[in-house]
């Protein structure tokens, strides 16, 4: 939402010379790090993970299975819709019944006996606050032969991020996902793209997706 300053940065490695052999580019940290520098207010890092991410040929380190997402804003006063997930069961019920918002919670076991417990009060009906780790499987796109990310995967930063009359724009556009979903939210939205070819593809792609959305 250019609107208010505000940008969600996803960033990937690299590689350097300037490294030892085997060591890690560190370019997102560098990144996090410059944005501060210049200014930026950084409000959270937020890790991608791939459940069903592809297997790496190593044996000397762990396989790596997320990406980072950065969250950064120009000021401390920025648009943001508070977004939910569901609580996990063990959370959500106790004693079969949820829990109320004064923080009480009474039962009867059987045994003529009360229970109190205030740190399992869970008030909010639509869940708790989103968390930071999100769990979403890649998804291949058969037209575009490089890393597509999953349209579930910027659902959360347009809605967050982007107000019902902002513009989402995505100066990367490649295939076209983030415009897609923005579409799909009924978001206006700007992309620009080297590539004549991706172009090409990203308005085919958008096309094709609103014209079966209009068919239901």
Not at 122 to 131: A, H, L, S
Request: aromatic residues 12%.
């Amino acid at each position: 939402d250019s609107s208010s300053n505000k940008y969600v940065i996803n960033t990937v490695p690299h590689k350097s010379k300037d490294l030892p052999p085997k060591c890690l580019c560190q370019i997102p940290e560098r990144f996090s790090i410059a944005m501060t520098d210049n200014d930026w207010v950084k409000r959270n890092t937020i890790i991608w993970h791939k459940p069903n991410s592809m297997p790496q040929s190593v044996k000397d380190r762990f396989t790596v299975d997320f990406e980072y997402f950065y969250f950064f804003t120009k000021n401390k006063n920025y648009y943001f819709e508070q977004q939910f997930e569901e609580y996990s069961k063990s959370m959500n019920r106790w004693g079969g019944q949820k829990l109320k918002a004064d923080g009480q919670s009474m039962w009867d076991d059987g045994t003529g006996q009360s229970t109190y417990r205030q740190r399992d009060m869970r008030p909010n009906d639509e869940g708790k606050n989103k968390r930071t780790i999100w769990s979403i499987n890649t998804e291949p796109y058969k037209e575009a032969h490089f890393a597509v990310f999953p349209e579930n995967l910027i659902l959360t930063p347009i809605k967050a991020c982007c107000p019902k009359d902002g513009i989402v724009f995505d100066p990367f556009a490649g295939s076209g996902t983030t415009l897609l979903v923005a579409e799909k939210l009924g978001r206006q939205w700007v992309g620009i793209e080297l590539s004549s070819k991706y172009i090409k593809l990203a308005q085919k792609r958008i096309k094709i997706e609103t014209q079966q959305m209009k068919l239901y």
